[in-house]
């Protein structure tokens, strides 16, 4: 029973939150802004907490597993939650229902924390119906507009679908092995074609959390709809936890299928990254922009997660660190100029900088990390990635990654361009930030340079990585 | 002496410029800061003389080591060599002057100084490492200030030139950074320039790294035919931003070329040895007589610089000791001259308003201090003996010249016939800007304000140092050649 508390401390704090939540909206005795405020305080609290007594083991008959790694991974979450809880800070004062707002985001916060844990193909269809259920709920929370429900609507078909293939995958995969147990698995890999096409099923439902091409079309219809604070938890949160899971997946219970997967993972890296590519040089909408880019980056995760070594890990991780600073940072600036003038084209950012010099500079500072130019995080971030592939893999293969990341530099400039070249003659009016927020992209601005600065924090987590 | 200073005095003068309140302090932060690097580099040369004359035989003076990512075996390992030295100096002369010749910045002041410290940076950082990832971090921290200064202070088709800039230089790392991979993973995964040069790489290896860095560097100092940058660049950027780009960083790369792919891949330079040779000649030629076609001063200097900086890669390409420090001697003059030469024309342009030279005419007379300038400049453009051109150009050809072979031989005729093209534009263009009837609207022009001049001043010191007395140089670099030649034998 005691080990129920310390290892499931994550997973109880959340709860723990969510029924605070309810309590407090049950009271109807708080405004809005001081809500808010709670709620800030208490996720301080939760990833402050996440780094005190993280300990080993499983629970449930190996259906709930912890160790130290995970208790990063999940706190590296937690952290990205409690940044948009700061950042928006202004969004959330005005939002009509605050604490369903985020009793939503935590529970699927909590769903990705079971699904970083989980030991047994069962937990794992759990907990990611678990993460992916409440968010397409919160795609719709811009209650009034047309294009949040359809976004809404885009991202639940496609998650049913890919559902559907994932559960496919799992009974083909019971079918031929016997069991659910991730502990159990590799030794019954035999290579037979139903257990492979069973693994691909599995592998394609991780495609499309990821939004990996071919599976990305619902990503930039679901980006533009949402309410941005939505989009960037798609983004960062939710993308940040199906990297980590689908890479303890590959590494450790399909390692016999390594040449496999392997050659999957090549190909669709470099399909995602020119994909995502090409479509972001096109893009005129900020969001969708980032959106594209973020599939980009997603191509770039998969050459680290192609190496299949523990570097590789450590690489992703620290990738995913640096990118959760970096790409919030950006759809923070981004979300408070379209809540405050409602623009949202990079046309309109012309001549940000005569106007905003502090949200050009941290958006220029998040652009370049995501670029991966130095001296900010992402170029190590990238570096490593990259680095960690070619140990292993083949050395065209990391060019065409290299190549990438030029065509990726132009479209970043482009909107650098835009903030500190071009000129315009009704620029975005001044903005004034609220303290919280600028908290928060200063802490995200610090991230974004010291990361990479901190060179003991990559050992630190290669450390824990196992 | 402590290398991590000559990193840490720019970081901490960018970062005072960003706290300064009004514009004139931002100045005199950005200037104090920069004669202080240039104070250090001085002193940093003589600490090197010293350390020599008193038996000091390592190869690298002044190493030291920190372990930065230990999962990597990546650490910050700074050390210098003569030639290191000699392009530190050359990067104090050209920081100093520069500020100085941006001084009538008032377009988001505080930003440009900040911007150009932070190349300055780059360009430090780069000279003082020996450890390829790190070095391989400065040379890519100079790619966005050179973007924005470019895109925001240049001038003509600004967003063009630094968009193409920024994309070339950013293809150039790409290659350099599958180089170091591949350097990297084949030969026992540490990034450690001594180490490497230790162990014998795989020829296998050299046969493909080394065309990857020698053309990624060879992008950042005009290598034929990827020099396409260098005459936008140059020609869009403020004044301090061409003196920066072309004395400065295309000294990177020549520095990339010969430390890192010249040094490590012996086998792999002797084998691409004559790709090179033709390629620099090609590029002698060509932007010698691309410059005879221009009439803008600043684009005559872009392509001039083509030109010359093909004779750096000559000189590596040539794989003998005496030509190897004639490049080092080129890379350091040529950064000089043409820094000189774009703070002329700086002048020239603000007081005109133009920089074709067909506009201009008898300028000597209203502007005395800074027409002779140019001549001077020109002088030691063309290789006038004096001048620190002519030391350059001909200790490469001297080097040149110890090959026997037919080849080699008229490479060299060639790149020397490349002179008098020289000659021809150059006297063209100073002829007619500083001869000739004076316009009317032209009379009342001033000649070089306080700034002006002594940026001209640091910078001719350097010049009349190697063009009087070349020794000094010459026994700074040619100890460090020796060495890469020990390796390439």
Known sequence: ?????????????????????????LGKGLSNNSLLLVIQILLLWNFASGFLMNATGHLFNDMYQTNAMMSLQK?????????IALIFTEWFQKCEHLSEFFVLMLSALLGMFFLISSGNLLMFYLSIELATIPVAALANFHLDKKVSSEAAMKM????????????????????????????????????????????????TAFAFKMSIVPFHLWTADVYEGSPIAVTSFLSVISKGAIAFVFISTLYKVFQPYHTIWYSMVMVLSIVTMITGNLFALRQQNIKRFLAFSSIAQVGFILVGI???????????????????????????????????????????????YRTNPFLSWILALSLFSLAGIPPTAGFFGKLFLLTSGA??????????????????????????????????????????????TRIAFIFCGAGIVLTGIMSWLYDSIKALVN | MNLLILILVPIITALAVLMMRNNNLVRWTAFIGSGIQLLLSLGLYYAFNQARAHGETSQMLFEQKT???????????????????????????VVVAGVLMSW?????????????????????????????FILFFFLEVAVIPKYLLIGIWGSGKKEY?????????????????????????????????????????????????????????????ALFPFHTWVPDGHSSAPTAGSMFLAGISMKLGGYGCLRVATYLMPEGAHEYANIVIVLSTIAIFYGAFATMMQTDLKYINAYSSVSHCGFVLLGIGMLTKVAITGAVMQMVSHGLMTALFFAVIGMIYERTHTRQVNEMGGLLKVMPFTITLLFIVGFCSLGLPGLSGFVAEMTIFMGAWEHPDTFHRVATVLACMSIVVTAVYILRAVGKTAMGPLKEEYNHLTDATWNEKLAAIVLMIGILAIGLAPGWLNQLVSPGAEVIMQKLK
Not at chain 2, 79 to 90: F, H, N, Q, R
Not at chain 2, 166 to 187: D, P, Q
Not at chain 2, 206 to 212: A, D, E
């Open chain 1, 75 to 83: 706190n590296i979450l937690n952290g990205g939650v409690l940044l």
């Open chain 1, 306 to 352: 192609s190496s299949n070594s523990i570097q590789g890990t450590t690489s992703v991780i620290y990738f995913i660190l640096i990118y959760i600073f970096s790409n919030l940072a950006a759809f923070g600036v981004a979300g408070l100029i379209s809540f405050f003038t409602g623009k949202e084209r990079i046309d309109d950012y012309k001549g940000l």
């Open chain 1, 1 to 25: 029973m005691n080990d129920f508390f310390i290892l499931m401390k994550p997973e109880l704090m959340i709860v723990a939150i969510i029924f605070i939540l309810l309590f407090l909206k």
């Open chain 2, 104 to 132: 009538k910045v008032e377009k988001m002041t505080k930003e440009f100084f900040f911007l150009l410290i932070l190349l300055s940076m780059g360009a430090y950082g780069f000279f003082i490492s020996l450890d390829l």
């Open chain 2, 161 to 221: 030139s630094a968009n193409k800039l920024a994309l070339m230089l950013m293809g150039g790392s790409a290659l350099v950074l599958l180089g170091l991979l591949g350097l990297y993973l084949s030969a026992g995964k540490t990034f450690d320039l001594i180490q490497l040069s230790q162990i014998q790489i795989p020829v296998r290896t050299q046969m493909i790294c080394y065309p990857l860095l020698f053309v990624g560097f060879g992008i950042f100092t």
């Open chain 1, 391 to 436: 140990a292993t893999g083949s050395y065209l293969f990391i060019g065409i990654a290299a190549i990438n990341m030029i065509i990726s530099l132009y479209y970043y400039l482009r909107v650098v361009r835009a903030v500190f070249m071009d000129t315009n003659e009704s620029p975005v009016e001044k903005i004034t930030i609220h303290p919280m």
């Open chain 2, 67 to 93: 372990e930065l990512f230990k999962s990597w075996n990546i650490s910050l390992h700074l050390g210098v060599d003569g030639i290191s030295v000699a392009m530190i100096l050359l990067t104090s002369f």
């Open chain 1, 156 to 203: 639940i078909l496609s998650s049913a679908f890919s559902s559907g293939v994932l559960l496919f995958g799992i009974s083909l995969m019971y079918g031929t092995t016997g069991t659910l147990n991730f502990a159990a698995i590799p030794a019954l890999l035999d290579g037979s074609a139903l257990q492979i096409m069973a693994f691909v099923f599995l592998f």
